[in-house]
């Protein structure tokens, strides 16, 4: 089971840390993605973290202000979203899947409930 926190109504350019809590005791053997949908809008992939914390991918759009890490003893990961516009505001998600991770979200098998981002200006 996944739990998405962190997500609120912050104005333009702050920040955010969303945090992915899993009751999984195997947590460090899965690997976490992140993925957002904004109204009327599909899915889309936004960052992903390996199971070993390694391997690290983000969507351009997103890179230059995003940073994904996780801490396996504590069996959570974390979004640190930087320099929040406009664009940013969706649901945020982060499901797991066993061992590499991967963009697609059809590849991920358990999916938290969802966290809101919104932004003001």
């Known amino acids: 089971q996944l739990e998405d926190s962190g997500g609120g109504l912050v104005q333009a350019g702050a920040s955010l840390r969303l945090s992915c809590a899993a009751s999984?005791?195997?947590?460090?053997?899965?690997?976490i993605g992140w993925f957002r949908q904004a109204p009327g809008k599909e899915r889309e992939f936004v960052a992903y973290?390996?199971?070993?914390?390694?391997?690290?991918n983000f969507a351009d759009s997103v890179k230059d202000r995003f940073t994904i890490s996780r801490d396996n003893n504590k069996n959570t990961d974390y979004l640190q979203i930087n320099r929040l516009n406009p664009a940013d505001p969706a649901i945020y998600y982060c499901p797991a899947k066993y061992y590499r991770p991967g963009r697609d979200p059809r590849e991920y098998d358990y999916w938290g409930q969802g966290t809101q981002v919104t932004v003001s200006s």
């Open positions: 973290i390996g199971w070993r914390a390694i391997n690290t």
């Open positions: 999984e005791r195997t947590f460090s053997s899965y690997s």
